[in-house]
């Protein structure tokens, strides 16, 4: 792959990781080392010598690269460019949906979502680490996501879905090698399981936020916002939030680019889009909470979104306080209807948790959370092609005439 061909593989370059540091406490941790979460039990951060990086790095430099994800190496914590475990992961189109809103299409992504830009950053570190078994609960995406990168890296994966994950996913991530079950049970009691296998088994916890590393690979969605931008932010961002990797990842990228002065002025407010059937940072947020409670009988055809409890619920409300945004949540008969009407009008083929941030925009507008000259973007997180589409029925018979008056104009 492009990315690949144009770096010395075996060359030991320099990160600029100093360190981990509890989310919670601040606490630090030794780079280049296994971990799950802290002491505390919270997610770790991964942190930079950003000084150093922003004298090795510049904005000329960067657009000189591959269009791809690893042009934002230095951001990131792998050492060796021989450890990337790449499926080639391309910069995604920002695509204009009226005159104020750009949808960033990340069904682009190999395995047909964004959760390829995580893994492929945690795989990497976790072939670095010399990991050779890895295992995490899924909705589907992140299964399918670990199952390709896995088994391109010689890892072994074991992956645990909800027995209604969309059949698709649950079909691709045992077809990519990865040994894979179905539990009558919601995302959480699945990363139980990994929880409590995970030591008489062998496997690293790759669940959302238990180790520190996708989240790094999903800040490059902020990274990449920002470049193609121009390094200016647009008003506000709308994320569909289950686990909340990527809103969290984004508001580290966003804090990272001021810190080297690659920014500046306003950062976007964020907004956390959830469905009405599984809402609970939109409560947290509504009730003035730090921590979300777990959301009972989650439900709604938006399955990346279907998380009833995040253990990184802390961070997404402080993500969503600081940037003056808000959470939010839309009915699925509004999600089917805007992924039908953006398909209709727009010949872009949402996924449903894209479609939920269409809704979102839709509502807000209506509610006067935001007005029609902010500029907005919404992320599409996977291929529309990966979920269950109306039947079509209409049949020609080739052994009859043609009625050419009965075809619509
Ligand atoms: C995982 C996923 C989400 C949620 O992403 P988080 O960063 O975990 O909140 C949304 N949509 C789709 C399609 C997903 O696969």
């Given at each position: 792959m492009t990315n690949l061909y144009s770096q010395n593989l075996t060359e030991e370059r320099p990160t600029f990781v100093t360190h981990l540091e509890c989310s919670a406490t601040g606490e630090h941790y030794p780079a280049d080392r296994l971990h799950?979460?802290?002491?505390?039990?919270?997610?770790?951060?991964?942190?930079?010598?950003?000084?150093?990086?922003?004298?090795?790095?510049?904005?000329?430099t960067l657009a000189a690269r591959p269009p791809d994800l690893w042009r934002y190496r230095e951001f990131l914590p792998?050492?060796?460019?021989?450890?990337?475990?790449?499926?080639?992961?391309?910069?995604?189109?920002?695509?204009p949906v009226g005159s104020s809103v750009l949808i960033k299409d990340e069904g682009r992504l190999p395995t047909g979502s964004f959760k390829a830009r995580g893994i492929?950053?945690?795989?990497?570190?976790?072939?670095?680490?010399?990991?050779?078994?890895?295992a995490m609960p899924t909705n589907g995406n992140a299964g399918a996501a670990l199952a390709a990168y896995a088994s391109s890296a010689g890892i072994e994966s074991y992956v645990f879905c909800p027995s209604d994950t969309p059949e698709i996913n649950v079909r691709e991530i045992a077809y990519q090698g990865a040994h894979v079950w179905r539990v009558d049970a919601l995302i959480d009691d699945c990363g139980r399981i990994v929880g409590e296998g995970k030591e008489r088994m062998g496997w690293f916890d790759m669940?959302?936020?238990?180790?520190?590393?996708?989240?790094?690979?999903?800040?490059?969605?902020?990274?990449?916002?920002?470049?193609?931008?121009?390094?200016?932010?647009?008003d506000v961002i709308f994320y569909p939030t289950g686990g909340g990797t990527g809103l969290i990842g984004?508001?580290?990228?966003?804090?990272?680019l001021r810190e080297i002065g690659w920014i500046e002025g306003k950062l976007p407010?964020?907004?956390?889009?959830?469905?009405?059937?599984?809402?609970?940072?939109?409560?947290?947020?509504?009730?003035?909470?730090?921590?979300?409670?777990?959301?009972?009988?989650?439900?709604?055809?938006?399955?990346?979104?279907?998380?009833?409890?995040?253990?990184?619920?802390?961070?997404?409300?402080?993500?969503?306080?600081?940037?003056?945004?808000?959470?939010?949540?839309?009915?699925?008969?509004?999600?089917?209807?805007?992924?039908?009407?953006?398909?209709?009008?727009?010949?872009?083929?949402?996924?449903?948790?894209?479609?939920?941030?269409?809704?979102?925009?839709e509502k807000s507008l209506q509610d006067g959370l935001i007005s029609d000259t902010d500029q907005a973007v919404l992320f599409n997180c996977a291929t529309g092609l990966k979920y269950p589409m109306p039947g079509v029925t209409r049949t020609l018979d080739i052994s009859q005439p043609i009625d050419w008056d009965a075809f619509p104009q």
């Open positions: 799950n979460l802290s002491d505390a039990g919270k997610p770790l951060l991964v942190r930079y010598d950003l000084g150093a990086l922003a004298a090795a790095l510049d904005k000329e792998i050492r060796r460019a021989n450890d990337i475990v790449s499926l080639g992961e391309p910069m995604t189109p920002l695509l492929t950053v945690a795989v990497s570190m976790a072939k670095e680490l010399g990991i050779t078994s890895a669940s959302t936020l238990k180790e520190p590393y996708r989240i790094e690979g999903k800040k490059t969605m902020g990274l990449e916002l920002a470049e193609q931008l121009g390094w200016r932010l647009p984004m508001w580290k990228a966003f804090a990272e407010r964020m907004v956390a889009v959830q469905a009405e059937g599984c809402a609970p940072m939109v409560k947290a947020f509504e009730d003035g909470a730090d921590h979300a409670e777990r959301w009972p009988d989650a439900h709604t055809i938006a399955a990346g979104i279907r998380v009833p409890s995040a253990i990184g619920d802390f961070l997404i409300l402080q993500a969503i306080r600081e940037s003056s945004g808000y959470a939010i949540a839309v009915s699925d008969g509004a999600i089917i209807d805007a992924q039908e009407r953006v398909a209709r009008e727009h010949g872009l083929l949402l996924c449903p948790e894209g479609a939920a941030t269409y809704a979102a925009y």
